[in-house]
């Protein structure tokens, strides 16, 4: 399973690639206004630090401003991976940049109907929203199974970037259903490799060994 950040933090992002576990980057405009910067000048930086898929979503909401936005994306580094918002504008300009080659992360997916008709136009990832259908009490798990039950069944390659993750649990899950990706905050990133456990075992562990050190001939 791949690991993506979710965010537009450099802090964030070099801390995470210095693990050597994240395997790429999404950003939205909320996250990307966030930073204070400008889009194209965070994305630079984040292409340098992680050699992965980067998303870069547009602001347009009509196609033709979304296509000529999208060739201005696709055009700042190879690793970029345009976002375009799940509407209709959207899947219409969906069409022609994946027929130019351009890869395009389908975002805001909420219902296997948007996720199927993203895979018919050639959508290189998709994002369901897990979380944000958590918060209206809906089971934003079952999205991610009927997805990929779906796209098993007619052989789609578009990839399952499971969004909206809030906690690590959400990442299990997804592990175990098989999605191919996991975007996440880098708290939860953090969370993910921490047991409590763990950290009390290993106090142990050297406090024992202090205690034996004391005994050894000096
Ligand atoms: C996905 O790429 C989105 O940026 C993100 O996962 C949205 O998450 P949120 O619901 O926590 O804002």
Redesign the pocket.
């Known amino acids: 399973m791949k690991f993506f950040l979710?965010t537009a933090n450099l802090k964030e992002i070099r801390e995470g690639a210095s693990l050597g576990i994240v395997d790429g980057v999404?950003?939205?405009p909320?996250?990307v206004a966030k930073e204070g910067r400008s889009l194209e000048e965070v994305a630079r930086e984040i292409c340098d630090l992680v050699d992965g898929p980067i998303?870069l979503e547009v602001i347009s909401i009509e196609s033709k401003e979304m296509i000529e936005e999208a060739r201005r994306l696709a055009r700042l580094h190879k690793n970029v991976v345009v976002?375009l918002p799940m509407i209709r504008e959207g899947v219409k300009a969906l069409k022609v940049l994946s027929g130019e080659g351009i890869r395009v992360n389908m975002?805001l997916i909420f219902s296997p109907s948007q996720a199927l008709i993203a895979a018919k136009n050639g959508a290189y990832i998709v994002?369901p929203?897990v979380?944000?259908l958590d918060d209206i009490s809906s089971e934003g798990m079952n999205l991610i199974s009927d997805i990929l039950k779906i796209y098993d069944n007619y052989g789609f390659n578009t990839q399952i970037?499971v969004?909206?993750?809030?906690h690590p649990v959400h990442v299990v899950q997804a592990a175990r259903l098989g999605a191919h990706i996991a975007?996440m905050?880098y708290s939860v990133l953090e969370q993910l490799l921490k047991h409590p456990l763990t950290d009390i075992g290993l106090e142990k562990f050297l406090a024992d060994w202090q205690k034996r050190k004391e005994l050894l001939p000096k």
Request: glycine share 4%; no cysteine; aromatic share 4%.
């Open positions: 979710d999404t950003t939205n909320s996250l998303s976002k975002t994002s929203f979380g944000r970037l969004a909206s993750i809030r975007t905050p």
